[in-house]
């Protein structure tokens, strides 16, 4: 019989992942850590994402789907959370799988000295094969001890990623967190902020166990829709509340968030459209906190330029994205 004492609840939101479900399945059915649980949520899928998980976990009692009608992905993460029996929480992508050994390995990690969050270095891989390391590491792991220090590993040297793959977490962190509906970008930065907020000992590593499909044409990669602009408003309410705490300095945190928001645009430029809305809010947030933007040394060089080129002029600043993007793919 499962209990919940060393179990570790996998949940796997999923939307029209059909293709990909199979790959994500059996990379957890095939643990070197038998003891898991997996909670496939499906977030009202129009292709044949459900009927293809059943076909992937056939009789394995250690998995179960759960649907809803689609309310994105951090909804399903939520119910996911709510069916979660496991001492432990991973959040794995439908299009992502992890390492044979990464329950493992990460099991012995957030063990070994009571931690409530292990955070991993991610592998990203593209349709053309190729894979790379991402999100800054160090030669060796580090342990931070108070919220403070997670704050500055988050913010200033960017060791913890704002998303949640590549995490394992303490499931009580989550139990009173509310997911937010219908915010397809942008939503693992307030989670994560929040459960390192909730933490007291978290771990860095600088190992990675975490398989990131690069997939250009998931919502995160994709032109501009009004989903862009409730992300910015996201991105400027979470940075508020985040200044309010006073953890950091505010430059290293206005920098982070001006960085994301700045997607926004990239977006419409790709898309070649110019929501006024969004422009004259986004324009209007990064010149309030230019000077302090201007002194965060965290924030690329080439990042300030862009920024500086949207408050000038918006539109000036689209059509110079949008010939990057056409010559570039990018």
């Not at 704050?151 to 949640?164: D, E």
């Not at 044409?217 to 996201?234: A, E, F, G, P, W």
Request: a positive charge.
């Amino acid at each position: 019989m499962i209990t919940n004492n060393d179990l570790i609840s996998i949940v796997v939101p999923v939307y029209n992942a059909q293709a990909y479900l199979e790959r994500c399945i059996c990379s957890i059915q095939k643990q070197t850590y038998s003891n898991w649980e997996l909670i496939i949520v499906d977030d009202g899928s129009t292709d044949d994402s459900v009927k293809e998980a059943y076909r992937c976990i056939k009789d394995d009692r250690r998995c179960i789907v759960v649907t809803q009608q689609n309310m994105g992905p951090d909804a399903a993460r939520g119910s996911g959370v709510k069916a979660a029996k496991g001492k432990y929480l991973m959040f794995v992508d439908a299009d992502d799988y992890i390492d044979e050994q990464a329950l493992e390995k990460m099991y012995e990690d957030i063990t070994a000295a009571d931690y409530d969050i292990v955070s991993y270095r991610i592998t990203r891989f593209n349709d053309d094969g190729k894979c790379w390391i991402t999100d800054a590491g160090g030669d060796t792991d580090m342990a931070c001890l108070s919220v403070e220090e997670s704050m500055r590993q988050f913010f200033v040297t960017r060791r913890i990623s704002g998303s949640y793959p590549g995490k394992l977490f303490k499931t009580s962190i989550y139990k009173d967190y509310p997911f937010k509906k219908d915010t397809l970008i942008g939503e693992d930065i307030s989670g994560i902020l929040y459960a390192l907020g909730c933490s007291g000992k978290v771990l860095v590593s600088n190992r990675a166990y975490y398989n990131y499909y690069w997939n250009t044409n998931s919502i995160s990669h994709s032109k501009y829709t009004k989903r862009h602009l409730y992300s910015l408003k996201n991105y400027i309410d979470v940075c508020k509340k985040q200044l309010a705490l006073g953890y950091l300095e505010q430059k290293a945190i206005v920098g982070y968030f001006a960085e994301f928001e700045m997607a926004v645009a990239t977006a419409m430029a790709r898309a070649n459209v110019f929501d006024k809305e969004a422009a004259c809010l986004l324009r209007g947030d990064i010149r309030s906190k230019w000077k302090l933007i201007r002194k965060n040394i965290s924030t690329p060089a080439y990042m300030k330029m862009s920024m500086l080129i949207f408050i000038v002029c918006p539109r000036v600043f689209l059509l110079l994205y949008r010939i990057l993007y056409l010559c570039t793919g990018r």
